[in-house]
T-cell receptor, first 115, second 117 residues
Framework: GAGVSQTPSNKVTEKGKYVELRCDPI?????LYWYRQSLGQGPEFLIY????????DSGLPNDRFFAVRPEGSVSTLKIQRTERGDSAVYLC?????????????FGPGTRLTVL | AQKVTQAQTEISVVEKEDVTLDCVYE???????LFWYKQPPSGELVFLIR??????QNEISGRYSWNFQKSTSSFNFTITASQVVDSAVYFC??????????????FGKGITLSVRP
């Protein structure tokens, strides 16, 4: 079946602009995760959704970052007033249930470049 | 706090050599999961293995094998008879294992493996 998909694959924006990154999880998966991977580093946790609610947003770096999942499927990561330091690959992963006993399957990521 | 250390940053081998990728972890949890993911040049993270902290049996899958040693907090990954297609960045990761809890992954920095023909 289809895996996790993310759009766009690449996004170039200017400092100060607003961006939205989309994640489409595997059909039926209730848990969804966002990670950020900076160059030469491993992915770092941003936020976790169980259904429609953000169960843990402790990894969001500041209040410029926000994510939603209004219908419990597609999620959108929103970044306001982008800064050059936000440049990274943003990865999304999903799991069938609560996640604790399931393996996370990742999408291809969105490469964000802030000029 | 959880931590994963992959001390090797880059490894280069010639095809058909065996190579071991090291992973050392820290956690206060008594129950946890350990993972290895592969990230080829295309960028997508590919799941390789998950190991429960209560299961210290080593595992072999084709040319891949994993050695879990709780006593040394290590979860090493060996590729036997490496191939050019094994060239990628390999990440070791750790998560809690509580039902209903956020099982966010804590990743190491990754090891870049280059296999030369």
């Amino acid at each position: 079946g289809a895996g996790v998909s993310q759009t766009p694959s690449n996004k170039v924006t200017e400092k100060g602009k607003y961006v939205e990154l989309r994640c489409d999880p595997i059909s039926g998966h209730t848990a969804l995760y966002w990670y950020r991977q900076s160059l030469g580093q491993g992915p770092e946790f941003l936020i976790y959704f169980q259904g429609t609610g953000a169960a843990d947003d402790s990894g969001l770096p500041n209040d410029r970052f926000f994510a939603v999942r209004p219908e419990g499927s597609v999620s959108t990561l929103k970044i306001q007033r982008t800064e050059r330091g936000d440049s990274a690959v943003y990865l999304c992963a999903s799991t069938p249930t609560s996640g604790s006993t399931d393996t996370q399957y990742f999408g291809p990521g969105t490469r964000l470049t802030v000029l | 706090a959880q931590k994963v250390t992959q001390a090797q940053t880059e490894i280069s081998v010639v095809e058909k050599e065996d190579v071991t990728l090291d992973c050392v972890y820290e956690t206060r949890d008594t129950t946890y999961y350990l993972f290895w993911y592969k990230q080829p040049p295309s960028g997508e993270l590919v799941f390789l293995i998950r190991r429960n902290s209560f299961d210290e049996q080593n595992e072999i899958s084709g040319r891949y094998s994993w050695n879990f040693q709780k006593s040394t907090s290590s979860f090493n990954f060996t590729i036997t008879a490496s191939q050019v297609v094994d060239s990628a960045v390999y990440f070791c990761a750790l998560s809690e294992a509580l039902i209903g809890a956020n099982s966010k992954l804590t990743f190491g920095k990754g090891i870049t493996l280059s296999v030369r023909p």
